[in-house]
Structures are given as C-alpha cells and as structure tokens.
C-alpha cells in the first residue's frame, strides 16, 4: 500500500523487451533508498511495480504485458520524469489517501490554469472511473493523491500547490499527457458492499 505522498522524482533511465514483457530500469533521483530490499513494491507514477534488482542509484522492475496496456508506462519515453513512492509502513503517517498502486483507468491532461499561487488541472476520465469520482473526495493522478475539486460527466478538476507542482513529474507534465488514475478504495469498497447488500 501507498500513501499518494511523492517521496522523490526520478526518469525512466533503459526498457529491455523481455518476450513480450519488458524491465524497466528507472533511475531514483530524488527517491530516498536507503535499505531497499529485492522484491519490495515501489510505485512508479502510480503503477505498483516489484524491484528485480538495484545498485546505489536505479533499480529495476518487470512489467507484463497487461500492465503495459493499462498504464501509461508502456508509452514512456526514455528519460521521462516519474513520480516514486516506496510502500508504506505501519508506522507511517498517512498524509494522502491509501492507495493500491492498481490502475483503474488512463484519464488525460486537457488543461492547465493559474489561480493565484496555485494551478487548476482539469482532467478528462473514462465514465467507469469518475462513478466513483466525488467533489472534495480523493483520487491518484500518476500516483500523487489529490482532492476533487470539481467533476462532471467527461472529467475532474484538482488545484495543485507550487510545492506539489514542483516535487512531482507534474512539473514536465504537459496538456494532452495521459496519466494513471486510481480511484479512491473506500469509494469501491463501499459499492461493493451496498451493491451485496442489494443482492441480498
């Protein structure tokens, strides 16, 4: 599980194809990392991933084919700026909100616009993600959670601080982009027990 806090700013530094698959090799940046261990998750731009092998600078991970063509990392270029976050520990404070690192859905950048020292990302989202989407709720952009400001039928609006533009890939991110999106997991878990519920 992660928290949607950033713990640093890394690039995707290499991708080998492996039949079919394909390990990435992503440089840590920012990431602090000390005490990495081989196979704890670190998420990338959202995305859950499981580290393969490291050195004192970059890591490794492997991502199937299905993770390839739900997430944007099958489309990233090399030297590509990504948001990194290790797994969080029960003695963690839970600054953001708790998040899987499972991608529900692509949404994409359609625009972005000052308002004073802060900025108002609009972003457009497939209907199967934003049912679950709430005006003051909690969603995950490329792994960074954010509060709803605004959301209609073809997408959600967020404010991003400086400090959040600047200590994430949203620094480089451009309008257009595509970017992963999870939705809140208190939101789906509570359909699924409404909707036993009412099966029952």
Avoid at 151 to 162: K, N
Wanted: with cysteine; net charge negative.
């Amino acid at each position: 599980m992660f928290t949607g806090i950033i713990e640093g700013v890394g690039h995707l530094a290499a991708r080998q194809p492996q039949g079919g698959d394909v390990r990435f090799t992503f440089a840590t940046g920012s990431l602090p990392f000390e005490a990495v261990q081989l196979g704890e998750s670190i998420a990338v731009n959202g995305v859950c991933l499981t580290v393969t092998a490291f050195d004192a600078g970059s890591f490794q991970a492997d991502a199937s084919t299905e993770t390839l063509s739900l997430t944007t990392l099958g489309a990233l270029p090399e030297g590509a700026l990504l948001n990194l976050e290790r797994a969080m520990r029960p003695t963690d404070r839970l600054g953001g909100h708790l998040v899987s690192g499972h991608v529900d859905g692509l949404g994409k950048v359609q625009s972005v616009h000052g308002d004073a020292r802060a900025q108002r990302w609009r972003f457009a989202a497939p209907a199967a993600v934003l049912r679950y989407v709430a005006k003051k709720g909690s969603i995950c952009v490329d792994g960074v959670s954010l509060t709803v400001n605004e959301v209609d039928e073809d997408g959600f609006e967020v404010a991003l601080i400086p400090h959040t533009v600047a200590n994430t890939a949203f620094a480089q991110t451009a309008v257009g982009a595509a970017v992963n999106l999870e939705i809140d997991l208190v939101a789906r878990y509570v359909e699924r027990l409404l909707g036993t519920r009412g099966a029952a």
